[in-house]
T-cell receptor, first 112, second 116 residues
C-alpha cells in the first residue's frame, strides 16, 4: 500500500521557474526521502530529511517537513529542462525496519 | 566507485517459467533491497537482505524469493511467472547496520521483465 501521496500528479513549468511538489504520508517516520526517476530507469536519491529536521537544502533543492501535518514539500529552484523526470517521496516509517514506502510520484515537465 | 549493477537489463519470459535477477551492490554496502515497479501499483517493497539474512519482507506471494551471498551480491527469483509479474525490478543498496534507511539508498537501473 502507498504511504505517501504526492501532489500534484503532474506539473508543467517553463525553464527558469520554480517547481514545488508536495507529499503527504500516514504514519510516524524516521525520515522522508525524495528520489528522481528518468524515463523508467533507476531511482536517484536527491535528499533525505530526518523527522527532527524541518528544512534542508542541497544545491537547487529545498525540502521541508511538517511532522504535525505529516507532509513534506520539495522545491526545485531555477528549473532546467534536465529536471524533467518523475519525482517520488518515500518514507522510512518507524518500525518499518529498512523498508521504504513510496508515493505514486509526480511527473515534472520543464519546457525549454 | 562503481554503482549498483543489475543484470540483465531486459528479459522476456513466458507465463509459467521462472526467472532469476541479479544485483551487485556498491562495494562495502551490505544491505540490498528489492522493489517492484508497475504502472498500476507503483513502487512496492519486496524484501531486504543484510549479511546474507532476509531482514524484512513485503506482501508478495511465496513465488517471489531472494538470497544474498557472502560478497553481498543478491539474487531474486520469481517462479511460475504470471502476466502481472511484468514490471521494472529495482534493487537498492545501502551500508546496512541497524538503520539502513538513515542515509538513503543507491538504486540500480533495474531489470525490465516482460511476461508473455
Amino acid at each position: 500500500s502507498q504511504q505517501g501521496e504526492e501532489d500534484p500528479q503532474a506539473l508543467s513549468i517553463q525553464e527558469g521557474e520554480n517547481a514545488t511538489m508536495n507529499c503527504s504520508y500516514k504514519t510516524s517516520i524516521n525520515n522522508l526521502q525524495w528520489y528522481r526517476q528518468n524515463s523508467g530507469r533507476g531511482l536517484v536519491h536527491l535528499i533525505l530529511i530526518r523527522s527532527n529536521e524541518r528544512e534542508k537544502h542541497s544545491g537547487r533543492l529545498r525540502v521541508t517537513l511538517d511532522t504535525s501535518k505529516k507532509s513534506s514539500s520539495l522545491l526545485i529552484t531555477a528549473s532546467r529542462a534536465a529536471d524533467t523526470a518523475s519525482y517520488f517521496c518515500a518514507t522510512d516509517a518507524l518500525g518499518a525496519n529498512s523498508k521504504l514506502t513510496f508515493g505514486k510520484g509526480i511527473t515534472l515537465s520543464v519546457r525549454p | 566507485k562503481a554503482g549498483v549493477t543489475q543484470t540483465p537489463r531486459y528479459l522476456i519470459k513466458t507465463r509459467g517459467q521462472q526467472v532469476t535477477l541479479s544485483c551487485s551492490p556498491i562495494s562495502g554496502h551490505r544491505s540490498v533491497s528489492w522493489y517492484q515497479q508497475t504502472p498500476g501499483q507503483g513502487l512496492q517493497f519486496l524484501f531486504e537482505y543484510f549479511s546474507e539474512t532476509q531482514r524484512n519482507k513485503g506482501n508478495f506471494p511465496g513465488r517471489f524469493s531472494g538470497r544474498q551471498f557472502s560478497n553481498s551480491r543478491s539474487e531474486m527469483n520469481v517462479s511460475t511467472l504470471e502476466l502481472g509479474d511484468s514490471a521494472l525490478y529495482l534493487c537498492a543498496s545501502s551500508l546496512g547496520g541497524s538503520r539502513s534507511g538513515q542515509r538513503g539508498y543507491t538504486f540500480g537501473s533495474g531489470t525490465r521483465l516482460t511476461v508473455v
